[in-house]
């Protein structure tokens, strides 16, 4: 077996899972949304039905992927910190839906091709390109792993937001809280003439950060304000409608 092959049974090994498990994770997930939340969901038709696919999303709570979980029609592979792999309870249930765990504040290699492991092989790979929860709610300036994700493998990105997920604490006041989750237009990011620059890779993340704050209420879209109102005015002076 050459090197090559073996780091690839590795990173394949840390992620894959049963898909009857799969189905079931991400049924119980369904319904504990729909009892926590008032779930509400659009753009499910926007999802690609085949091919790499990178989920982009925002990070607000620890229950992130449930809001994604239910309205993608695929198996989604999902980026955790690796200081939950060390949770018994939710370790194990992590490992039974097939995350890729990665160790913070350093380039894990071993995540690294996991991650490049899953679209190679056409799966459907979610990150939040932030890469840490924002204590505000308010979107926080992306790292430029997506964008290297992305024009290595020639991935599709899907932008989803969400918002409301981290209202829980509303249920003290015997109130249900409403999660809104967006599936935004798929599209890909523009191929660099040979290698990127770090700074090139950090405007692409910084792209499609803003496809997900322009799908966000103004008061979650934080450092990307600026631009999302800058692509909104684009995109209504392209429109027919404005003419």
Not at 30 to 38: E, G, I, P, R, S
Not at 66 to 73: C, K, L, R, T
Not at 79 to 84: E, P, Q, Y
Not at 155 to 166: Q, S
């Amino acid at each position: 077996m050459t090197v090559t092959a073996s780091i690839q049974r590795r990173a394949r090994a840390t992620y894959q899972t049963s898909p009857v498990v799969y189905q079931i994770i991400k049924w119980i997930c369904t319904c504990l949304m729909h009892l926590v939340y008032n779930y509400r969901a659009k753009g499910q038709e926007n999802f690609p039905r085949s091919g790499p696919v990178i989920i982009a999303v925002n990070h607000l709570h620890l229950f992130d992927p449930g809001a994604v979980m239910p309205i993608v029609p695929r198996k989604i592979v999902t980026l955790a910190a690796d200081k939950w792999e060390r949770n018994w309870l939710l370790g194990t249930l992590l490992r039974l839906a097939g995350v890729i765990f990665v160790r913070r504040g350093e380039v894990d290699r071993q995540a690294l091709y996991s991650c490049l492991d899953v679209l190679s092989h056409g799966g459907v790979l979610a990150i939040a390109p932030e890469g840490t929860r924002s204590k505000t709610g308010k979107l926080q300036r992306a790292k430029a792993g997506i964008a290297y994700l992305a024009t290595r493998t020639k991935a599709v990105i899907v932008p989803i937001a969400f918002w409301g997920i981290e209202r829980l604490s509303d249920w003290k006041r015997l109130k249900r809280p409403t999660c809104n989750v967006v599936v935004g237009q798929p599209f890909y990011l523009p191929q660099p003439k040979g290698k990127p620059t770090s700074e090139e890779l950090q405007a692409m993340a910084d792209m499609v950060m803003t496809r997900i704050a322009v799908m966000l209420p103004p008061s979650y879209r934080g450092v990307y304000a600026e631009h999302a109102a800058a692509l909104e005015a684009a995109q209504n002076s392209a429109s027919p409608l404005s003419s």
